[in-house]
């Protein structure tokens, strides 16, 4: 277990180092690119026409949907980690399996209700 | 943006935000346009709602040049509208003069013409079965159709000189005659095509991804088909059976089309962008086949002239005619108005592209921006076309 | 563990970051190259173009770094940091014999998933921060496609985790049998597809499609800040290839494990990356719809199935 959290120091000296790859490529970059901005470079690209509209514009998202199957199946994903990582050795046996099955099944119907309603299908 | 009050109601399925569209400019600088075609299109969500295509950025005035050029010079000018139709688009112009004239072409030269404009076909349906799959993320057949038309290109290179504007048209005629071993060479070049043509098909045909993207996208209608006027394998993937080879029979095309003969017309019912591609493998088939037929014929016929004798200056007789040939990508037509002088009074141009592409903002309506990609790279276009 | 052992340890992945990527990319050069009838990059660094990359580099560089003036500007500078740093950290955990590993973390599967989950968010960084339209919209379908293939990947990785008992990547390695490669191979599957939708390679490259919304997310990107975001794909591929040979393939398990137990990750990883890069040569992209119904109707399914397979071999050998 102490080798363990003595892993998460990696992670932070990769961290730091990360941090010092990225300041030393900006700097690299500072002395070695050319700077000559003009309106036009500065302009958005919009295949080379004057962009049409204003910065701020409300669009629709089309995806709030899946969003939402994507949130339940994860939250699955959280119960599903931990029984899974015991099954073979605790002795939960296969009354635990189908519990999860029911679990799963439950969430599985809501799939094919959501489906049947058209929910999946691009709006 | 407007500032007016929105109506906002949050939920799922068919109701929705409501939101404002947006504007979104495809083009004329843009990786899918291959040129500088540019589409205002309006997007809610992803869905386009309404497609605009704006023509002319790259409008060269080709009409207008025609009426200060005498009619040789203007054969420089009438392949280079559709780059990828060179040869054929000689032929109209030549075409449109000859019968003003009421001047005969030698045999010779009409099954050589024959069998050129059929050679450009392939390198245009090749170039165009290359970019497609290209446009939808598939980057290889690009490579494979360019192989092949290297093989084409040299002996047309062999033949003309050129290897995209051959001016090897002359009116009357061609400029020189076949060169010697040339026809075998020709032979080889169009066997080789045919030999690997499954290697690319390969790629295009039944793959289950190139299937889901362009099966049912991007249909057209035969009333659609009427209402803008298009034509060439568009048309005939939308079941229209119109080809001029056979309808309206030019150069040696009469014979090729009879019955018995190697013609034949692809036609499609669905109208749809895998229909179009599928014509366009099929019509390359077809071509290949004409030319090895013309090739025979070019054999048998005896050593003559490819070419008429000219006056030094060359008058048109005034009158009016126009003369249209099944270009690859479509009807080419010329409408010659001569008053008599060296140069046509008024030589009106009309262009496959600029009347396929003019439906786009109807077909585009409704589907979704990914399918835009699909459609327009099924409209098989040259924007020089477009704008002349 | 000394402070000096951490510091070397951790400038081992720095440059594992720093090499594997331009391998990998060098070999996409040459692979696909040589798949279309092509050479490839024959002139930088002489024996067959090896250079490029490197010269590619140096040539980003010195290109002009341009923020757009309607770009929200921090956010937009910072994108291709946190990009870089998603598969950066997942390198860490991922092992290339029992014994070499940078960070032994006790759950680094969950670790890695949830690392590489961090790219996702510097797309939609970038993509919302360019204040451009193509950008938005590709990092809408970003977006779009982390709903998709993410369920499928957790629930296809939870397999492995189940079928070992283990949530660390070596200690499912340890666990594997050949017998793994039926028993998980719809696992596998779905572990492959989603893995080469996480990291938008062809055919799932919707939300960077060129003939689309442009360059997506990374359209107004110049110079170094672009390089990053490549760089950190190709690091993509790297962790997901190597996850994959890690957790289906056996990672360093092999004939001479003992001694060669690196080279036979390598290799698998290797070849894994080779078919991820084959992909993108032979077919077009889809459309981010059609994935998403290939997602749940297609992979969710079968990773369920794979569930239900695995917890009875389980509850079997138990």
């Not at chain 2, 992803?46 to 200060?68: D, N, Q, S, W």
């Not at chain 3, 720093?18 to 040589?34: D, N, S, T």
Request: proline residues 5%; contains cysteine.
């Amino acid at each position: 277990m102490n080798s363990g959290l003595l892993g998460y120091l990696v992670v932070l000296g990769v961290t730091l180092g990360g941090v010092g790859l990225f300041t030393a490529a900006m700097v690299v970059r500072r002395v070695l690119a050319p700077r000559a901005p003009s309106g036009a470079k500065l302009a958005t690209y919009e295949s080379g026409v004057d962009p049409s509209g204003g910065d701020w514009q409300q669009s629709g998202f089309r995806y709030v949907a899946y969003a939402f199957l994507y949130v339940v199946f994860a939250v699955d994903a959280v119960y599903l980690f931990p029984w899974a990582l015991v099954l073979r050795t605790s002795g939960l046996g296969i009354a635990s399996v189908v519990e999860m099955g029911i679990f799963i099944l439950v969430l599985l119907v809501g799939l094919a209700h959501a489906a049947r309603r058209g929910v999946l299908s691009w709006l | 943006m407007s500032t007016s009050a929105r109506e906002l109601t949050v939920g799922m399925g068919a109701g929705g935000l409501a939101t404002s569209d947006m504007v979104l400019n495809i083009g004329p600088q843009h990786p899918a346009t291959h040129g500088v075609l540019r589409l205002r299109i309006t997007l809610d969500g992803e869905r386009i709602t309404k497609c605009e295509p704006i023509v002319g950025y790259m409008h060269r005035g080709a009409e207008k040049l025609f009426e200060v050029r005498d009619y040789r010079q203007i054969l420089v000018l009438a392949n280079r509208h559709d780059w990828l139709s060179a040869f054929s688009s000689e032929i109209g112009v030549c075409l449109a003069v000859e019968r003003a004239l009421g001047m005969e072409v030698p045999e010779r030269a009409t099954w050589t013409r024959t069998l050129l404009s059929e050679l450009n076909r392939v390198l245009n349906h090749l170039m165009f079965l290359g970019s497609y799959p290209l446009e939808l993320g598939a980057i290889t057949p690009m490579f494979y159709v360019f192989r092949e038309r290297e093989e084409l290109q040299a002996v047309m290179e062999e033949i003309a000189g050129g290897r995209l504007h051959y001016m090897f048209n002359r009116i009357g005629g061609l400029r020189d005659d076949i060169p010697a071993g040339w026809l075998d060479r020709a032979a080889e070049a169009v066997a080789t095509v045919r030999r690997r043509m499954p290697e690319i098909e390969s790629f295009i045909v039944g793959n289950p991804i190139l299937n889901a993207r362009t099966k049912g996208v991007g249909v057209i209608t035969p009333a659609m088909v009427e209402q803008y006027g298009i034509s060439g394998p568009i048309a005939r993937a939308a079941g229209v059976d119109v080809d001029l080879r056979r309808d309206d029979p030019y150069l040696a095309y009469g014979e090729l089309f009879s019955p018995g003969g190697p013609g034949r017309v692809i036609t499609r019912p669905e109208g749809d962008s895998l229909a179009r591609l599928e014509v366009l493998l099929d019509q390359t088939h077809v071509s290949l086949d004409l030319a090895d037929a013309c090739i025979e014929k070019l054999r048998s016929l005896p050593q003559g002239p490819v070419n008429v004798k000219l006056p030094k200056v060359l008058k048109v007789p005034e009158g009016s005619g126009y003369a249209a040939t099944e270009n690859p990508l479509g009807f080419n037509g010329y409408y010659l108005v001569s008053r008599g002088e060296k140069t046509p009074w008024r030589l009106k141009l009309r262009s496959a592209s600029f009347n396929n592409m003019s439906c786009l903002g109807e077909v585009m309506e409704g589907e979704l921006l990914a399918d835009m990609v699909a459609i327009l790279g099924s409209m098989f276009f040259v924007v020089g076309d477009i704008d002349k | 563990m000394s402070v000096l052992e951490i510091v070397l340890r951790s400038v081992a992945v720095l440059v594992c970051f720093m090499v594997l990527p331009l391998v990998l990319g060098q070999a996409e050069h040459k692979v696909m190259a040589h798949m279309q009838g092509r050479l490839g990059p024959m002139k930088a660094g002489g024996f067959h173009g090896w250079a490029q990359l490197i010269a590619d580099g140096v040539k980003f560089a010195q290109k002009e770094d341009i923020v757009p003036r309607a770009a929200d500007k921090p956010v937009f500078r910072l994108a291709p940091a946190v990009s870089m740093f998603s598969y950066l950290l997942a390198l860490v955990a991922i092992p290339f014999t029992p014994s070499t590993v940078a960070g032994d973390l006790p759950a680094s599967l969950v670790y890695v998933l949830a690392v590489s989950g961090i790219a996702t968010v510097a797309t939609l960084m970038a993509g919302f921060g360019s204040g451009n339209k193509y950008a938005m919209l590709g990092a809408f379908r970003s977006a779009a496609q982390l709903v998709s293939y993410e369920v499928p990947l957790i629930l296809a990785c939870a397999s492995f985790a189940m079928a070992a008992g283990s949530l660390s990547i070596g200690g499912i390695v340890h666990a594997w049998h050949p017998i793994w490669l039926l028993w998980q191979l719809p696992g596998a599957i779905v572990l492959l597809i989603a893995a080469t939708a996480e990291l938008q390679r062809p055919p799932f490259d919707m939300p960077v499609a060129d003939s689309e919304v442009v360059m997506g997310a990374m359209t107004e990107y110049t110079g170094l800040r672009f390089a990053l975001f490549l760089l950190s794909e190709y690091a993509g591929i790297v962790v997901m290839s190597a996850l994959f040979a890690a957790l289906y393939l056996g990672g360093w398990n092999g004939p001479f494990d003992g001694a060669l137990g690196f080279v036979w990750m390598l290799l698998k990883t290797a070849a894994v990356a080779f078919v991820v890069l084959w992909v993108r040569m032979s077919w077009p992209r889809l459309r981010e719809d059609q994935l998403q119904r290939f997602a749940w109707f297609f992979l969710v399914p079968l990773a369920l199935f794979q569930l239900a397979l695995t917890a009875a071999g389980v509850i079997y050998t138990a």
